[in-house]
């Protein structure tokens, strides 16, 4: 039965000690502390992922561009990035001058096709920068040989991976450089916000430099030797981020009983089918992620009569290689899961009766289509 207004497709879970950090730091975050909650927070990330470097930034896309800013692509560099993810992936390549080579995905995790990615290298290629896309960690081991036979950086864009395990090993760790996404919509939230994580020195000192105008300050206070951004993480939303992660395993909890829920009440059906941790995978499940495999209703107007029931739904991201900007790309399985494949709800906040009330209308527009 409908309970709410709205079920929204996702939100954070927000607890009172998390405003209290927020407004300790708006009350005290000035003066000499102006940097004490941005470090607090970029030490405890650090602790949690078992990195050497961590970076606050404005957003994940702040994190990622400077990352690949940092490895030194540039122009007339080409990037291979999965076809499918959130645009944010192919704009910061081409951002710094280079070109996105847009590749297939796999059809059991929806990430890069390890299988597709050397027919993509030219002798122009120096990067690869696989998405953990929806939390479910890409096929790093051999995304890594490739890039080692072919003397390629990887970079691994783990904008909404926080928490994900590749065969044990932490995403964002696995490869030069990561960034993370802290936006309102991920699993753990400051607002916007994100994260660059390294275990390089390099990377990181001129990360440090980039974030903010290209700053070298040996050479005197406000000296920049290089043309740099302004991608400070503010200390109002580092606080949030510090509460945020002392609650990770909870948030966690809370995606993995979501995920196990709609997993069970759409066990039996052949119509839907969820995307499950490959094996050796622990994913977040950020968002849980389904396919849609019938010829009777088409995925726009099944997401409409869920709009009419009040449930709020997200489709899959659309390949970069249909959008203007982008090179053509032949991603036949990246087209369907653009065509047939979305996430479920998963705001933080519904209840095992919200998630009962959802699958009721999923269950219901499948069987009267
Ligand atoms: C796969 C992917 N890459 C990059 C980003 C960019 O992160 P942000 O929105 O924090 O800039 C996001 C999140 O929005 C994402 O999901």
Same mark, same amino acid.
């Given at each position: ?85 959130? &645009? ?119 990360? &440090? ?62 119509? &839907? ?97």
């Amino acid at each position: 039965m409908q309970k709410r207004d709205r079920y929204h497709s996702a939100g954070p879970s927000i607890i009172p000690s998390d405003v209290a950090a927020v407004a300790d730091a708006a009350a005290n975050g000035w003066y000499t502390n102006f940097r004490h909650h941005i470090s607090k927070f970029e030490d405890e990330f650090k602790e949690y992922l078992g990195v050497k470097y961590a970076l606050a930034t404005s957003s994940g896309t702040a994190a990622l561009h400077l990352s690949l800013a940092a490895a030194g692509i540039g122009p007339g560099d080409e990037v291979i990035v999965p076809d499918l993810t959130w &645009v944010a992936t192919g704009n910061v390549v081409q951002l710094l001058g280079a070109r996105a080579v847009p590749v297939d995905i796999r059809p059991t995790d929806w990430n890069i096709d390890p299988d597709k990615i050397e027919a993509a290298i030219t002798d122009k290629t120096k990067a690869i920068f696989p998405v953990h896309l929806y939390g479910h960690p890409a096929d790093m081991d051999r995304i890594n040989a490739i890039a080692e036979k072919h003397g390629l950086l990887v970079i691994e864009d783990a904008a909404p991976a926080i928490g994900s395990k590749y065969k044990g090993r932490a995403a964002g760790t696995l490869a030069l450089a990561a960034g993370f996404s802290f936006q309102g919509a991920k699993l753990m939230v400051t607002g916007q916000g994100g994260m660059l994580v390294t275990d390089d020195k390099t990377i990181y000192d001129r990360a &440090v430099s980039l974030v903010e105008h290209g700053r070298e300050p040996e050479h005197g206070i406000f000296y920049s030797g290089k043309t740099g951004y302004n991608y400070k993480m503010p200390a109002l939303c580092a606080a949030l981020g510090s509460s945020q992660l002392t609650r990770l395993d909870d948030i966690i909890a809370i995606k993995h009983k979501q995920q196990a829920f709609y997993t069970e009440r759409f066990a039996s059906r052949d119509d &839907v089918q969820m995307i499950e941790a490959q094996p050796d995978m622990y994913c977040n499940y950020a968002y849980p992620s389904l396919m849609l495999k019938t010829d009777k209703i088409n995925r726009d107007d099944f997401f409409e009569a869920l709009r009419a029931k009040n449930i709020d739904s997200r489709p899959t991201f659309p390949r970069q290689s249909t959008m203007p900007t982008f090179m053509d790309a032949d991603s036949p399985v990246a087209k369907s899961v653009e065509e047939n494949g979305w996430n479920l709800p998963t705001a933080a906040y519904l209840t095992e009766e919200d998630m009962g009330y959802i699958c009721d209308v999923v269950e219901g527009i499948l069987d009267n289509a």
